[in-house]
């Protein structure tokens, strides 16, 4: 039986301290990583958690984290799995932990890869969850206008799925990334990329309402340099967005556990392929940064063209 969260969690807690020759040799590729990469908050604090997995499940056996070899680390990976750790888990851990011995080799720390001959677990593929279109309409219309808060959230939501924007990129989006005169949004993605995306008329007209109307009484007399604040005038965490997007979800008669932050970004990229987009566009408002990340989508079209095929043709 797979062990549960909790299961893991009390595992984690049993296992001994960080070493400190392990925690300085993670500090120096998080340092190193973020210098030469610029790598997002979120990547690197992954990146750590991986290592810091690592680390102290070896507890400085061989040499520790910089001293494993090839049989560790597969040795690592066959114990998350007894333990219950799902392969797409996996496979972001081998990923950190190429990222973290590819910087060993190049700065003279080791004289092998020990995961170059390591096969990334086999992952299902899986298709993004878009909401049907009349759907997206019910949740973006759930919020209560008539509040400051309210008003907030449905700016937010119609500016997430007019933009496709992750999570992280909007509850992190500087005011002055906002141009509604040419309505247009800049996004710093992944990597740092910039990207430059279009507003519809209708997410101008609520983030016009929002600036004009409820962003003054959320964030007071403080200068904050936020786009989107609270009433205490900080930005929403992710957390909490993704709590508002489920509260809404509820209120617009849509199950809460089909709805997410991620699949507002899945169901613009799903309506816009099937109105014509194509994928080099969809690619370039989504910042993917290679277009075999954006294809996907074409999958999802597919299967909603052979559904329809099968309801409506006479033979389907």
Known sequence: MAATPADRRRHAMALPPLRDADAAAIEAFLDGSWAESGLSR????????????????????????????????????????RDGY??????????????????????GLRQDDPTALLEPPKL????????????VEALLAAPDTASPTGLRDRAMLELMYACGLRVSELVGLPATALNLRQGALR????????????????????????????RPV????????????N?????????????????HAAAAGIDPGRVSPHGLRHSFATHLLNHGADLRTLQMLLGHSSLST???YTLVAREQLKRLHQRHHPRG
């Open 42 to 81: 979120q990547t690197l604090a992954s990146y750590r958690r991986d290592l810091e997995g690592l680390a102290r499940w070896r507890d400085g056996a061989g040499g520790g984290l910089l001293g494993a070899d090839r049989g560790a680390l597969f040795d690592y990976l066959a114990a998350r799995t």
């Open 294 to 296: 954006t294809q996907i």
């Open 187 to 214: 996004v710093v993605g992944k990597g740092g990329r910039e990207r430059l995306v279009p507003l519809g008329e209708e997410a101008q007209h609520w983030l016009r309402r929002y600036l004009d109307e409820a």
């Open 231 to 247: 009433a205490g005038g900080e930005s929403p965490s992710r957390q909490q967005f993704w709590a508002l997007v489920k509260r």
């Open 86 to 107: 799902r392969p797409r888990s996996n496979a972001r851990l081998l990923s950190s932990l190429r990222a973290f011995y590819a910087h060993a080799l190049r700065r």
């Open 124 to 135: 299902p593929r899986s298709l993004p969850k878009a909401l049907p279109e009349g759907q």
């Open 218 to 229: 959320l964030a007071g007399k403080r200068a904050v340099p936020a786009l989107f604040v």
